[in-house]
């Protein structure tokens, strides 16, 4: 299967900003790209790139004043294949760990663990730990959220999501994170792309979207407490704790987003591509 994805960004900028950008797929997916999924601006400007901590892509420049359009466009080789569950992967005790998945049992900026251990072992704590432990932390924070744009807010925790029980995507995300770490369980904070590919209409307005990825059996396996079921064509972008570890853009000044269009949708078969 072959899957369509990139983003349209505008920005009006009332003096010259430096910039930050994260919207190339995840290196673990570029064997799948047809071609580079370049970063372009419109005017031009130089970009310096470099890998973040987490090992994401990143690209850096000085946006200039007025209007800026930022985009990327890609066809990503997808299996077609729904999210794979694997029920029976088991929970590592903390010491057996790998050291890499360690900082993801620990709180972050928007995932508060000291505030949310005890309310995560009063809900989930008599549970066999694994996958069906983590899947139920997943149904709960699904069924207690109210999802809406509307409630968006870029500051709101995972406490205060749990307080409050609305939000968008990444509130679902760090609440659902922040429940794992303090059962012991490393979860980390994912962005990128999930299509409509395989379900009914009506469809919802494209936008990047966040789930999360825990550790279980040796491996990390995908989460989405917002949409709560499988989907074809989850399209890594980035991976940190939180959302403050992978804005998807950052400014160092003002600016106003004037414009913001996302896209993930099956493409043509190659030679049907090529014969149109």
């Given amino acids: 299967m072959r899957i369509k ?18 919207l190339n797929v995840h290196y673990s997916r570029v064997s799948d790209l047809e071609r580079p999924d370049y970063v372009v601006t419109s005017p031009r400007v130089p970009l310096s790139g470099y890998r973040d901590s987490f090992g994401n892509w990143c690209y850096r420049f000085v946006a200039p004043a007025g209007h800026l359009e930022i985009s990327t466009h890609a066809v990503v080789r997808d299996s077609g294949a729904w999210d794979e569950a694997a029920l029976d992967a088991a929970q590592h005790p903390v010491e057996e760990l790998p050291a890499e998945t360690i900082q993801y049992l620990l709180g972050s900026r928007y995932c508060e663990t000291d505030r949310l251990t005890d309310e995560a072992w009063r809900l989930f704590g008599t ?26 807010r870029p500051t709101r925790t995972a406490y205060e999501a749990y307080q409050e029980r609305r939000g968008v995507c990444r509130d679902y995300a760090h609440l659902a994170a922040a429940f794992c770490r303090c059962l012991n369980i490393p979860a980390r904070y994912c962005t990128g792309y999930i299509t409509d590919i395989g379900l009914s209409p009506p469809y919802e307005p494209m936008d990047f979207a966040a789930w999360i990825e825990v550790y279980l059996g040796g491996r990390w396996h995908a989460f989405d407490p917002r949409n709560n079921a499988p989907r074809i064509g989850r399209i890594l972008v980035a991976q940190g704790r939180d959302a403050a570890d992978v804005p998807l853009t950052h400014t160092f000044g003002q600016g106003i987003l004037s414009k913001f269009k996302v896209w993930a949708e099956e493409a ?9």
């Fill in 268 to 276: 043509p078969p190659l030679a049907a591509a090529a014969s149109a």
């Fill in 127 to 152: 549970m066999a730990p694994g996958w069906a432990r983590v899947q139920a932390i997943c149904d709960y924070v699904h069924d207690i959220m109210s999802f809406g744009y509307e409630h968006s």
């Fill in 5 to 22: 994805v990139g983003c349209d960004i505008h920005f009006e900028f009332p003096q010259p900003t430096p910039m930050i950008v994260v």
